[in-house]
């Protein structure tokens, strides 16, 4: 197992189209999560899946984006009309429980 | 609402002499405390959790609540430890997850 990996590692879209993000996490781990990070900062949470359930959402997931973990594996995340303020890191990580979370290598989203 | 600080976002040393990064946070609860590392070109991972209370590559970490602080020190710096660090608070999710706030990350530069 070579850890949470994260497909495609790097996007460029224009303004206004749709991107989905892939993340699959370690084969064992039930917990899911997407962080977004912007230039300068620290990963910001997005959103938490248990197997195949969409927990919790932050407020900075806005209409535009949604998730998914249909089969309680992979995970999806999709940005539909993409607006500059949307280019960033997407990371996504895994656990078993617990506190400590593997992540993966993200994806950088670049919207011209 | 939980925040985490790092003041600084670039720290030099040259090598051999003592390194701390520093981290405050604010939670209302009881905090979880952990610090991150990211290696030039590599995913970020977990360096050390104030719960273990172990030392990790020769860093340490001390939680202090009464200054709500938990700098990262280590007394002799090596080049290897090059990297960005992140301090994450780990805060409880409904339903059982748990999302980590990151501070804004320090940029460690260790010169020979």
């Known amino acids: 197992d070579t850890g949470v990996s994260q497909d495609p590692r790097h996007k460029i879209t224009k303004r206004g189209q749709n991107v989905t993000f892939r993340c699959d996490p370690i084969s064992e781990h039930n917990r899911l999560y997407w962080y977004r990070q912007t230039l300068g900062q620290g990963p910001e949470f997005l959103t938490y899946f248990q197997n195949e359930a969409q927990l919790e959402k932050s407020r900075l997931l806005s209409d535009r984006f949604s998730a998914e973990r249909p089969k309680g594996s992979f995970s999806t995340l999709e940005i539909q009309r993409t607006e500059q303020g949307d280019s960033a890191m997407y990371l996504c990580?895994?656990?078993?429980?617990?506190?400590?979370?593997?992540f993966g290598p993200g994806t950088r989203l670049t919207v011209t | 609402a939980q925040r985490v600080t790092q003041p600084e976002k670039l720290l030099s040393v040259f090598k051999g002499a003592p390194v701390e990064l520093k981290c405050n946070y604010s939670?209302?609860?009881?905090?979880?405390l952990f610090w991150y590392v990211q290696y030039s070109r590599q995913r970020l991972q977990l360096l050390l959790r104030h719960i273990s209370r172990e030392s990790i590559k020769g860093f340490t970490a001390d939680l202090n609540k009464g200054e709500t602080s938990f700098h990262l020190k280590k007394p002799f710096a090596q080049e290897e430890d090059s990297a960005m660090y992140y301090c994450a608070l780990s805060a409880a999710l409904n339903n059982a997850g748990n999302m980590l706030t990151f501070g804004g990350g320090t940029r460690l530069m260790v010169k020979p």
């Open positions: 990580a895994s656990s078993s429980g617990g506190n400590k979370k593997y």
């Open positions: 939670y209302s609860g009881s905090p979880e």
